[in-house]
Structures are given as C-alpha cells and as structure tokens.
C-alpha cells in the first residue's frame, strides 16, 4: 500500500476511535461501576489489581476477535455489510 492511502485511512479512522474511547471512559459501564465500589469498599491501593485486571482483559478481548476477522474472512465480510 501506498503510505498516502495508510495515513488518509488513519486520519478517517481516528475521530471515530477518539469518540468511542471517549463514550466508554465517561459512561457508567459494567466495569466502571465495580471499579467504583471496589474503590469505596476497599480503597485505591486494593482496587489497582482490579483496574490492572480489565485493563488485561480487554485488550486479550480486542486482539482475539481481531486476530478471528483475519483468519476468517467469510465472518468479516458479513460484518461489514
């Protein structure tokens, strides 16, 4: 690929990317939610484990269903529609 068309693709693909970090930081998920009351019950310094743990967790998740789009292109290709 040409280095124009990799960067034109990064520069489209960063404000959605931004957005959606963005919406997940600030909205009251799951994850936020526990995070909360672990950090009321148990305080900043027994509450880093957890943090560290769906910090782990999320970007096994995000590698995994990656690295499956790659290896099977019928699924990605139903995505994309």
């Known amino acids: 690929m040409h280095i124009s068309t990799l960067l034109a693709a990064l520069?489209?693909?960063?404000?959605?990317?931004?957005l959606f970090v963005l919406v997940?930081?600030?909205?009251?998920?799951?994850?936020?939610?526990?995070?909360?009351?672990?950090?009321?019950?148990?305080?900043l310094c027994r509450t880093v484990?957890?943090?560290?743990?769906?910090?782990?967790?999320?970007?096994?998740?995000?590698?995994?269903?990656g690295r499956h789009l790659r290896v099977s292109p019928g699924l990605s290709w139903c995505l994309k529609r």
Do not use: K, R
């Open 11 to 18: 520069l489209t693909a960063l404000p959605a990317a931004v």
């Open 24 to 43: 997940t930081t600030i909205t009251p998920g799951q994850n936020n939610t526990m995070l909360l009351a672990s950090g009321v019950n148990f305080g």
């Open 49 to 65: 484990p957890h943090v560290l743990g769906i910090s782990v967790g999320v970007v096994i998740l995000m590698v995994l269903v």
